[in-house]
């Protein structure tokens, strides 16, 4: 069981916000007339130009999932003819290049030509090799018995050890994502350099984190780019960055005692890593007393009120929290610590790295649930594993070991396919809070984890995300990794942890024009104090957009924002945290039970993507998810919900089983515009120039869509203060009065050509099973 923030929320340490995050209230990316969603600009590098790139052929294929389909399980299939496989899937990467030819500007997401290439994407392997255009080299520093306190005699200490700055060129050369990923970096430096220093701004009680994270970002790019030209006016650049976050620069950067506001750790230790890093990564261009200025800004703005937070109660992210706090405080002082180790003559970082360590391992490794799902939200799985992979990486390269941060928890490799299945076509299936801009943080965690936990899978699937190009993607990156991610990855995943418990369905990997689902039950407490009231939520994509989705974080410096402990916590007022502001059941127009337990059935037909972008599945692939949901309500005797796909993953069937003493309402959240039919029973969304039909099947006597703003009853409690406006969404409602309902809504993409839609029978949710629906 997780730790909650009760201690967090006592001692008045607001969590953090950034004011542009909080405002939109956009479910999707609204079009280029309206700008991007925000949570599209965090951490995007400036410089990047998307360029679209024609798509070419067209094949269809599918594979489903059983003993005779994967040569990889056949007993003809050698040793000798795998390694030959392999190879070939090698030379055939380095022929096509990219395997994604664009970046949808809208949503972000990589788009995939329409071919097979059965050769260039087989099934994901790292290729054996000793190559060094391929592959590389091995590190000569292995200590017998490694010590958190003695380092490898070179430097760069973190991260990217010096054989491998050796070694890159050759790499970049030969392999089309690092050659990528290096002309990105490079254009993002030369817009970093031609920005003033990071402006201080401390956004009221919420901290300084943009700053830090955003010192982080750029100094991560100055120093990775005086790397690899020898170019001095790199390390200048950091100096002055260096200077301006140390209080010595043109402008005023903090008070005096405190500049990189302790009180609000996370910014303090993501400062620190920042300088840790420029004291690592630039050490032998730094004189003497510019290496001293670094130190002792580090010590005292830093790494002594580190020592504070370990060993008094400030520190209260260390005790049982296992989220994105303790993996990120503890990251922080530890590549710091790291970095200066040896020339401190103080003696607080090897006080640190005696403490710092153990606890990210007791508690940071163990924010992965059994089934890989992270312990707070999808958003928030970004800066705990970016922490964690840092931490964990700088420990290998410096000392290395790990000290179990990456096997204390046996279930931890499984994150890699939680950050895969809660990837939609469009956008994350984004749960609960959202977080703040994420600069710094990225989701090459997955890269790091692909190559030490031997999930080639991970990395292919990362290396086409936008967020892919920056330092850390150079030096975890395996060059000699081959193969397609989708290739024999199946399309759904069931996560099942008594914490979590959530679905992904999908129709392709490699289309973001395709179909997605995903739905959730699991526990409303115990996520780190980001979660919402909201078993039973979902969001829909398909043909390019987001037709069902979240409205996400509400304002983090909200009174009571983070005090939710209790079924009246002040959080559990704000409409975008309340059960009504979610994609569920609301009964008496309450929000659900904190205390909720639901119970979870699912099924699928297994099918996999083979060696094609282009999927058209057999029309009884499948898939359902079941949720047994009355625990979350005060006010009825039974409430179950199942979602599942129909029609060759075509359409997609929403049914709700309720027997409630009050009124019913469903509600769903969406930014298209919405057209009820004169029936009431049926409805058309529009976005983005694409349709979906929404159809109520055997509708209950007097069941009717009507809409309605994105907004609170009148009759709700008022919160502490007043909701942000969510412009431009609207909430789909069927409203049914006491009573035992069996509510079935169809939603119809209008897929392009000609698609047979089918009616699916009636059948109760307990009886669903694979082939319940097959009759029409």
């Given amino acids: 069981m997780s730790g909650s923030y009760d201690n967090l929320n006592t001692q008045n340490h607001n969590m953090y916000t950034e004011p542009q995050h909080n405002g939109s209230g956009y479910i999707t990316p609204a079009s280029r007339k309206r700008g991007t969603s925000n949570w599209i600009k965090f951490g995007i590098p400036v410089a990047i130009i998307i360029i679209v790139a024609a798509?070419?052929?067209?094949?269809?294929?599918?594979?489903?999932?059983?003993?005779?389909?994967?040569?990889?399980?056949?007993?003809?299939?050698?040793?000798?003819?795998?390694?030959?496989?392999?190879?070939?899937?090698?030379?055939?990467?380095?022929?096509?290049?990219?395997?994604?030819?664009?970046?949808?500007?809208?949503?972000?997401?990589?788009?995939?030509?329409?071919?097979?290439?059965?050769?260039?994407?087989?099934?994901?392997?790292?290729?054996?090799?000793?190559?060094?255009?391929?592959?590389?080299?091995?590190?000569?520093?292995?200590?017998?018995?490694?010590?958190?306190?003695?380092?490898?005699?070179?430097?760069?200490?973190l991260i990217a050890p010096n054989y491998k700055w050796q070694a890159l060129p050759n790499l970049?050369?030969?392999?089309?994502?690092?050659?990528?990923?290096?002309?990105?970096?490079?254009?993002?430096?030369?817009?970093?350099?031609?920005?003033?220093?990071?402006?201080?701004?401390?956004?009221?009680?919420?901290?300084?984190?943009?700053?830090?994270?955003?010192?982080?970002?750029?100094?991560?790019?100055?120093?990775?780019?005086?790397?690899?030209?020898?170019?001095?006016?790199?390390?200048?650049?950091?100096w002055e960055e260096l200077q301006n976050a140390a209080g010595n620069g043109d402008t005023k950067f903090g008070p005096d005692d405190d500049k990189w506001n302790s009180g609000h750790f996370l910014d303090t230790a993501e400062m620190s890593a920042a300088f840790g890093i420029a004291y690592d990564w630039l050490y032998d261009m730094w004189t003497a007393d510019q290496k001293s200025?670094?130190?002792?800004?580090?010590?005292?703005?830093?790494?002594?009120?580190?020592?504070?937070?370990?060993?008094?109660?400030?520190?209260?992210?260390?005790?049982?929290?296992?989220?994105?706090?303790?993996?990120?405080?503890?990251?922080?002082?530890?590549?710091?610590?790291?970095?200066?180790?040896?020339?401190?003559?103080?003696?607080?970082?090897?006080?640190?790295?005696?403490?710092?360590?153990?606890?990210?391992?007791?508690?940071?490794?163990?924010?992965?649930?059994?089934?890989?799902?992270?312990?707070?939200?999808?958003?928030?799985?970004?800066?705990?594993?970016?922490?964690?992979?840092?931490?964990?990486?700088?420990?290998?390269?410096?000392?290395?070991?790990?000290?179990?941060?990456?096997?204390?928890?046996?279930?931890?490799?499984?994150?890699?396919?939680?950050?895969?299945?809660?990837?939609?076509?469009?956008?994350?299936?984004?749960?609960?809070?959202?977080?703040?801009?994420?600069?710094?943080?990225?989701?090459?965690?997955?890269?790091?984890?692909?190559?030490?936990?031997?999930?080639?899978?991970?990395?292919?699937?990362?290396?086409?995300?936008?967020?892919?190009?920056?330092?850390?993607?150079?030096?975890?990156?395996?060059?000699?990794?081959?193969?397609?991610?989708?290739?024999?990855?199946?399309?759904?995943?069931?996560?099942?942890?008594?914490?979590?418990?959530?679905?992904?369905?999908?129709?392709?990997?490699?289309?973001?024009?395709?179909?997605?689902?995903?739905?959730?039950?699991?526990?409303?407490?115990?996520?780190?104090?980001?979660?919402?009231?909201?078993?039973?939520?979902?969001?829909?994509?398909?043909?390019?957009?987001?037709?069902?989705?979240?409205?996400g974080s509400a304002n983090y410096r909200s009174p009571g924002y983070f005090t939710s402990a209790a079924q009246d916590g002040q959080r559990w007022k704000y409409y975008r945290k309340m059960t009504e502001g979610q994609n569920t059941i609301l009964v008496n127009k309450a929000n659900q039970d904190l205390n909720a337990a639901p119970t979870i059935k699912f099924g699928t037909s297994n099918t996999t993507q083979g060696p094609t972008t282009v999927l058209e599945v057999e029309q009884d692939s499948t898939a359902f998810f079941t949720t047994d949901m009355t625990s979350a309500y005060f006010d009825a005797s039974s409430v179950k919900r199942g979602i599942r796909l129909l029609n060759g993953r075509k359409q997609v069937l929403l049914q709700d089983e309720v027997t409630a003493s009050q009124g019913v309402q469903w509600r769903m959240h969406t930014n298209a515009t919405v057209s009820v039919d004169s029936s009431k029973t049926s409805a058309t969304l529009s976005l983005d120039g694409k349709t979906m039909k929404v159809q109520m099947l055997n509708p209950p006597n007097g069941a009717a869509f009507t809409t309605s703003d994105a907004k609170r009853f009148d009759s709700d409690p008022t919160p502490p203060e007043p909701d942000q406006e969510n412009p431009g969404v609207t909430v789909l409602i069927i409203d049914l009065p006491a009573g035992t309902y069996n509510l079935q809504v169809l939603f119809n993409p209008q897929w392009p050509g000609s698609v047979n839609y089918v009616t699916p029978p009636s059948v109760n949710l307990d009886q669903w099973s694979l082939r319940s629906h097959d009759s029409s």
Avoid at 82 to 87: I, M, R
Avoid at 121 to 148: H, I, L, Q
Avoid at 172 to 188: E, V
């Fill in 55 to 157: 798509v070419v052929g067209g094949v269809l294929g599918s594979r489903k999932k059983s003993s005779n389909d994967s040569a990889a399980s056949s007993p003809q299939n050698s040793a000798a003819q795998a390694s030959a496989a392999a190879s070939a899937a090698a030379s055939a990467k380095s022929a096509l290049g990219k395997f994604a030819v664009a970046t949808n500007s809208e949503f972000m997401m990589p788009i995939y030509p329409s071919t097979t290439d059965s050769v260039a994407f087989s099934a994901p392997t790292f290729v054996p090799s000793t190559d060094p255009k391929t592959s590389w080299p091995e590190d000569s520093f292995k200590p017998s018995k490694p010590d958190v306190l003695s380092v490898r005699p070179d430097r760069p200490r």
């Fill in 172 to 238: 970049i050369a030969n392999d089309p994502y690092l050659k990528s990923w290096n002309d990105t970096i490079f254009g993002n430096a030369t817009f970093y350099k031609s920005q003033p220093p990071v402006v201080y701004f401390n956004d009221g009680d919420s901290g300084i984190l943009d700053n830090s994270r955003d010192v982080k970002r750029r100094i991560k790019t100055f120093a990775y780019a005086y790397r690899m030209t020898n170019d001095s006016s790199w390390v200048d650049r950091t």
């Fill in 293 to 551: 200025q670094i130190r002792s800004t580090l010590i005292k703005y830093g790494l002594q009120p580190g020592v504070t937070q370990v060993t008094t109660s400030a520190g209260w992210w260390r005790n049982n929290i296992t989220g994105n706090w303790n993996c990120v405080c503890n990251s922080g002082l530890t590549m710091a610590s790291l970095a200066i180790l040896g020339d401190d003559d103080s003696g607080i970082a090897e006080q640190l790295l005696k403490t710092t360590v153990d606890n990210a391992r007791d508690n940071c490794a163990n924010a992965v649930s059994s089934d890989g799902t992270w312990a707070e939200t999808a958003n928030y799985w970004y800066f705990g594993t970016t922490g964690h992979a840092e931490m964990a990486a700088s420990l290998l390269s410096a000392t290395g070991s790990h000290y179990g941060l990456m096997d204390a928890n046996k279930n931890f490799y499984k994150t890699g396919d939680y950050h895969m299945y809660v990837s939609g076509q469009t956008s994350l299936f984004n749960y609960g809070d959202h977080g703040p801009n994420k600069y710094s943080t990225t989701a090459n965690s997955v890269i790091f984890y692909s190559a030490f936990y031997n999930q080639p899978q991970y990395a292919l699937f990362q290396r086409d995300q936008y967020d892919a190009a920056e330092p850390w993607s150079m030096f975890w990156y395996q060059p000699n990794i081959a193969g397609a991610f989708w290739d024999g990855k199946p399309l759904d995943h069931f996560f099942d942890s008594g914490s979590d418990q959530w679905g992904s369905m999908r129709s392709t990997w490699t289309d973001i024009n395709g179909l997605y689902v995903a739905m959730k039950a699991g526990q409303n407490l115990y996520h780190q104090t980001h979660n919402d009231l909201d078993v039973g939520d979902f969001v829909l994509d398909a043909l390019g957009t987001r037709w069902a989705g979240e409205l």
